[in-house]
């Protein structure tokens, strides 16, 4: 394992801000059933076991616990590990089967005993190629032959667009930010302000389709999350309508695999499988 740590303002960010209720409102919201209608459609079906990898506070790893799954959730921030273990304790019905803090790069568990890997976290905060290979490369280890793996990133375009739709390019400090992030993806918040991030990698879609390859993953496809749906001026009053909100979900699911589509996602995701024959 990489001895680099995390970084510090990591888990200082994830002290302020409670990602769990980022999840429930809003453009999170959206996030959060796009992820999960990805998910539903090419997990396998339960009962099967999944590692959730830094799955913070355990919204998605509880979702899966409901529907029947046996999931074992690590997490690096100690904090997301007890709101975790606090909403398993208060979901008695389908509690999660393990809570554990762990790094994505080395996780405490035999080789092939994952039926699924969830990594819809991780390679945020690992700015070092080296070590977003390592973990992709545990997720490999991890998974059970022919099992799927699910890797979030965080768009190289992200900042921009965020800023032009929230006319954060009024800042010169954000200004500079998203230059940075536009010329090698390395994120970095010198502000006090949790709303500009935190230390992050943002990718291109080509270089996570590249990194799950030559970790050894069979990339199937790359899918937009969010797609231009999260620059929506209009976005609340069509989500507050149940009829729109469905119509906005249905077209998304229609472009999600549009090439011109993923990098305009907040969130491009890799669906990959570990081969059932390696050479």
């Known amino acids: 394992m990489s001895n680099r740590p995390l970084p510090a303002e990591m888990f200082d960010h994830y002290r302020q801000m409670r990602e769990s209720d980022r999840l429930f409102a809003g453009i999170g919201e959206l996030e959060r059933l796009r992820t999960q209608d990805i998910l539903a459609r090419h997990l396998p079906p339960p009962p099967a076991t999944i590692?959730?990898?830094?799955?913070?506070?355990?919204?998605?790893?509880?979702?899966?616990?409901?529907r029947g799954y046996e999931v074992h959730l690590f997490d690096p921030v100690p904090h997301h590990i007890e709101q975790a273990l606090d909403?398993?304790?208060?979901?008695?019905?389908?509690?999660l089967a393990s809570c554990s803090v762990g790094d994505a790069r080395e996780i405490d568990r035999p080789e092939a005993s994952a039926d699924a890997v969830l990594l819809l976290g991780p390679l945020y905060h690992l700015v070092d190629r080296d070590d977003r290979l390592l973990a992709l490369r545990e997720a490999r280890?991890?998974?059970?032959?022919?099992?799927?793996?699910?890797?979030?990133?965080?768009?190289?375009f992200a900042s921009l667009m965020?800023?032009?739709?929230?006319?954060?390019?009024?800042?010169?400090?954000?200004?500079?930010?998203?230059?940075?992030?536009?010329?090698?993806?390395?994120?970095?918040?010198?502000?006090?302000?949790?709303?500009?991030?935190?230390?992050?990698?943002?990718?291109?879609?080509?270089?996570?389709?590249?990194?799950?390859?030559?970790?050894?993953?069979?990339?199937?496809?790359l899918v937009g999350v969010e797609g231009p749906v999260w620059l929506m001026s209009s976005f609340e009053n069509h989500w507050s309508t149940q009829s729109k909100r469905q119509l906005l979900l249905e077209l998304l699911r229609t472009v999600e695999e549009e090439d011109s589509i993923i990098g305009a996602s907040a969130h491009p995701m890799g669906i990959g499988r570990k081969q059932t024959a390696q050479r």
């Not at 590692?51 to 409901?66: Q, T």
């Open 51 to 66: 590692f959730d990898i830094g799955g913070a506070a355990g919204v998605h790893a509880l979702w899966l616990a409901e």
């Open 87 to 95: 909403a398993s304790r208060d979901q008695a019905q389908y509690p």
């Open 141 to 156: 280890r991890l998974l059970k032959p022919g099992g799927p793996v699910f890797v979030a990133t965080i768009s190289r």
């Open 162 to 221: 965020d800023g032009l739709a929230r006319d954060l390019v009024s800042d010169r400090v954000f200004v500079d930010i998203l230059k940075q992030d536009l010329h090698n993806g390395q994120h970095r918040n010198p502000t006090d302000r949790p709303d500009y991030f935190t230390t992050t990698f943002f990718h291109r879609p080509e270089e996570l389709q590249q990194e799950m390859a030559e970790a050894g993953l069979h990339v199937e496809k």
